[in-house]
């Protein structure tokens, strides 16, 4: 399918990571409401993960659109969440565990009978005050590592407000994504390193410095 933004699109297979760069919360259901409205017609099951606000606006964008959410959320193929305790360990974020949480859900949505996932997720109201930098992109470079690399049935777009975030980290988020969204703006990136490679070079680079760092 195309993942669209302001009339532009880019093609996007299973397996796709996509990362959107946000300074107002308003534009992750102005990207998101249509890759989950495409999902549940062709028989995805769809996840939406932010703030109570963000996910009653979401919930508001697809009905706009002609879905119906009630009956979705009855017969298992869409799933609001609103409350990120399930998704943190001890209410401290812990990249691996998040991870395993998506491929529990591709799993069961699997067992459930449906094609596949979308997964849609505010990471600035997840990690907000429980995640390191670092913590973010060893998520990140796993993610790309399990999805990209394994073709698997998901499509994962992750959201971050880029006022939020440390200028060298939005430079290595954008690495470890070969499709970004930045304002109205959707692109693929150029400068993409996929997991292995971002991995070697971390390590190159701390070989050069004398030391290792576990990463």
Request: charged share 20%; glycine share 6%; proline share 4%.
């Amino acid at each position: 399918m195309d993942l669209s933004v302001e009339g532009k699109s880019e093609r996007i297979p299973p397996g796709s990571h996509i990362l959107q760069l946000y300074n107002k919360v308003s534009e992750i259901s102005g990207v998101t409401a249509r890759l989950i409205e495409v999902g549940l017609s062709s028989s995805e099951k769809c996840l939406f993960a932010g703030a109570p606000s963000s996910v009653q606006e979401m919930e508001q964008a697809l009905t706009k659109s002609g879905i119906d959410c009630a009956a979705a959320q009855e017969a298992g193929q869409l799933v609001f969440l609103s409350e990120r305790d399930s998704l943190l360990v001890n209410k401290h974020f812990d990249p691996y565990h998040l991870l395993s949480t998506h491929q529990t859900f591709i799993a069961q949505a699997l067992r459930e009978g449906w094609k596949a996932v979308r997964i849609s997720m505010d990471m600035t109201w997840l990690t907000s005050d429980v995640a390191t930098p670092e913590q973010v992109l060893k998520y990140e470079a796993a993610s790309d590592a399990v999805f990209t690399f394994q073709n698997a049935p998901i499509i994962a777009l992750m959201h971050y407000d880029y006022s939020k975030l440390p200028g060298a980290l939005v430079v290595e988020m954008l690495k470890l994504h070969p499709i970004a969204v930045v304002g109205k703006f959707i692109k693929r990136n150029p400068y993409y390193l996929n997991s292995e490679q971002y991995l070697l070079k971390i390590l190159r680079g701390n070989r050069e410095k004398g030391h290792v760092v576990a990463v």
